[in-house]
């Protein structure tokens, strides 16, 4: 059994752990650890089992997978975490590590493999084991909807709502800097209350495969995001907000770099 420790409460913890499984064990059904509430969309878990973080020390899987913290979200996990006869595997991807480093344990874990999934800073990268090696992520196949994003702006984000009305705005300043007044279509999962009537609301799980057709892509600087329009970069529009962990300001940085 593989079981991935996917704590954190946005969808892209989930999308970034489906595309490892796609990559590193495709046709796998591996058993999801998390309490994010948008593994109540069939389309975001997959072929997947969910239990909840709690599970762990009654498992015995032979690989264990832990996302982004390697000391869990709160530095709850150590090397007394891992159940006995586990392959441990850590997902590395950037983080604000002075703000994480203080939560990790007097006995971390010794991962057996460690896949560093972007530039991370310096004093991370020290951290974690010297056989560290990049990874490139697949993600599975996703349908593309017609008639949906063709020469529109596409702005996406899973929420909070101010986020989404920031990433509106910025839309929108940035078509009037460009002197031009496009379609603007926001893909997510749930439509705003406040959502402006001239905006359209689509909620496709992955959002992806709009992405080749849209004029424009605005986005937040998460990781999945940034990740997934590296081959549409030139019409990408990054606005990064403050995380208590993700450092996307940086991402935003090395992206525009």
Known sequence: MIACYVRGGGLGHLTRIRAYLHTCHPGATATI???????????????????????????????????AFPAGLDGELSAASVPPGARTVHLARLL??????????????????????????????????????????SDPPGVTPRGVAEGSWLIVHSGPGPEIQELLGYARDCAAAEGVRPRLVLACPRRPGDLPADVAHVDPYPAWPLFATAARVITAAGFNAVR??????????????????????????????
């Open 228 to 257: 997934q329009m590296r081959p549409w970069r030139a019409k990408h529009l990054m606005l990064p907000f403050p995380r208590r962990f993700d450092d996307q300001y940086t991402r935003a940085s090395l992206a525009r770099r």
């Open 96 to 137: 604000r590590w002075d703000a994480y480093r203080p939560l990790l344990p007097a006995e971390p874990i010794a991962f057996d493999e460690t896949w560093l999934l972007e530039d991370l800073t310096p004093e991370h990268r020290a951290y974690l084991p010297g056989t560290a090696a990049p990874l490139t992520l």
């Open 33 to 67: 650890l998390t309490a994010s509430a948008f593994t109540a969309d069939p389309r975001v878990l997959g072929p997947h089992r969910l239990l909840p973080a709690e599970a762990l020390p009654s498992l015995r899987p032979s690989t264990l997978v832990v996302d």
